[in-house]
Structure formats: C-alpha cells, structure tokens
C-alpha cells in the first residue's frame, strides 16, 4: 500500500524490464477500437504510437502527478526537476503570457498552438548531455495524489523507442493507493547498455528518442502519456 508523508523516504520500486516485443502485434489503430486496453494490449505494440490511446478524462480515479525528478544513483546527482507550479505561480505564468501576447502582434496561429501548457504531463521534451547515455542506474521520483476512489493495481508500462525500433520496456507496480492520499515512489531503472553506433544516432537525431507511459488500474488504461528526448549538449 502507498501512502506517504513528506518528511518520509519515497518507495522504491525496481522495474521488469524487456528488449523485445511480447506476444502477437497488434497496432494503435486496433487498440483505439476497443472497449477496454489492458497491460498485455500495449505489450504487443511494435512501435510508438502517434496520438493517446485514451482521453484525460478516464482518469476518474483523479490521480494527478505534482512532482517529478530524474537522478543519477550511482552519483546520487540530480539530472531532472520538476514541480508542479502553485496556483500562485499559474497565475503569474497566465498573467506573463498576456503581457507577451500583447506586445507581440507577430505571433502566429502555428506558434501559439504548438506551446504546452505550463506542466503538462501528457506530453514533456527532455534535454540530457549525452553522457546520459552512459548511466547504468536511473532513478525517477514522483509524486502523486488521488482523489477520492481508492486505487487498486496502479501499474505503469513505460516504452522507449528509437524511430521504430523498440529500446526497452519498463513495468513498474505501485499497488494499492488510499483515497484523499499524496504518494511518492521512486522507480529504479537499470538501462541495458546500448551499443556506440545505436547511442551516436540517438544524440545525432535530438527528440527521435521517444517513450510511451501508460498507467493502469485493475487493468484498465487510464492514462497515457508521451516523452521526447534530446541527448546533445549542444540544446541542453
């Protein structure tokens, strides 16, 4: 069961990981035609998806995300922070974006419709050296709060791909989450080494490094999110 106070350590979880498709493809388009996609359904896929397989509002268990940082466990080094803004801050941030709205008349429909939300966790870009590349043990903080439902089986299946090619898929267990609660987890990743040609096009090729997150309760999908990276010290 998780529930944890801030003052406490966050749980760690150590993920399953696989380098290879599980059982029969099945393709997004498939998946977006059924009632209910399960762990075993996004199992199959052999590539990233281009849109979301389902819509903010499934999330009826209201499980939001409001803290997130990457660390480097063998250095204990921070490589990625991040924490959801305040209502304080939101209304600065909204407040900034109308004063830059106004004195910019050259802004066009493209620009502005391309620009995420501030903390959004659907989709995020990230920007490591690429001496990331090289890490052998990763560690993910989050920290999440539930609504009002208590949660059973909150799994999440993380995939990375590289243009087409499946890099690794992670499975993490959170487990039972009690309503009104604020959860913190820290997943452990062991990165299976990558060859010098596969990391060379990886930083060569900035955001065609991509992940899907999906997240499930008793087997059911509720959220999915996206990820980009950039391995080049030159955009970081």
Known sequence: M???????????????????????????????????????????????????????????????????????????????EVNKPTAEELNNIEQEEEEEETTDEKATDEETTDEEPPFSPRFIRYYFKSSFLQLKNVGATMEFIVGDKPVHKFRMIERHYFKEKLLKSFDFEFGFCIPHSKNTCEHIYHIPQLGDDMMKQMIDNPFETRSDSFYFVDDHLIMHNKAAYAYDANVV
């Open 2 to 80: 998780m529930s944890t106070s801030p003052q406490s350590q966050p749980q760690q979880r150590t993920a399953k990981i696989t380098t290879a498709p599980v059982g029969e493809p099945i393709t997004e388009e498939q998946l977006k035609k059924k009632d209910n996609i399960t762990p075993d359904d996004v199992l199959r896929l052999r590539q990233i998806t281009e849109g979301f397989l389902c819509r903010s509002e499934d999330n009826v268990y209201d499980i939001e995300f409001t803290k997130f940082k990457i660390r480097d466990i063998d250095t204990d080094t921070i490589l990625f």
